[in-house]
């Protein structure tokens, strides 16, 4: 559950927030539904239709920000260890693009090793016709 000053706090660090708008929004978010964990207000927001939700788009952004916050400082530290791991030497020349998505592709490598291999090299294959000479056709088995 979060209170209007953790909003507001939010909101000093986060200048996208209209400090205005939401303290007149969460009150009435608040009497509107019955929630007592962000996970509650997220079902909530879902559970609206379109207009509804628009009604509350401060709200929604404070909620958005709360999901994404870190709990402790491991999982920033993490992600800076494995990025220390990504860009080597070799890899130093790679550009800001290649190297987030690389970086993605590490943190979720879970997801990463169930997506079929096949049709991952398909893919690359078909982009240009130069792969597909240098790596011939790879039919679908």
Not at 131 to 140: D, E, R, Y
């Amino acid at each position: 559950m979060f209170s209007l000053a953790q909003c507001l706090r939010h909101c000093i660090l986060n200048p996208e927030l209209d400090v205005a708008r939401l303290s007149v929004q969460l009150p009435m978010f608040r009497s509107t539904f019955d929630y007592n964990s962000t996970e509650h207000a997220v079902k909530a927001l879902q559970s609206t239709t379109a207009k509804v939700s628009q009604l509350f788009c401060e709200v929604e952004k404070v909620i958005r920000l709360l999901l994404v916050m870190p709990v402790s400082s491991c999982e920033a530290e993490r992600s800076f260890s494995s990025l220390r791991r990504l860009k080597t030497y070799l890899r130093s020349t790679m550009t800001q693009q290649c190297l987030n998505s690389v970086a993605i592709l590490h943190v979720h490598q879970s997801v990463l090793m169930s997506v079929p291999l096949n049709d991952v090299l398909r893919d690359f294959v078909s982009l240009y016709s130069q792969h597909m000479q240098t790596f011939g056709s790879l039919s679908k088995q």
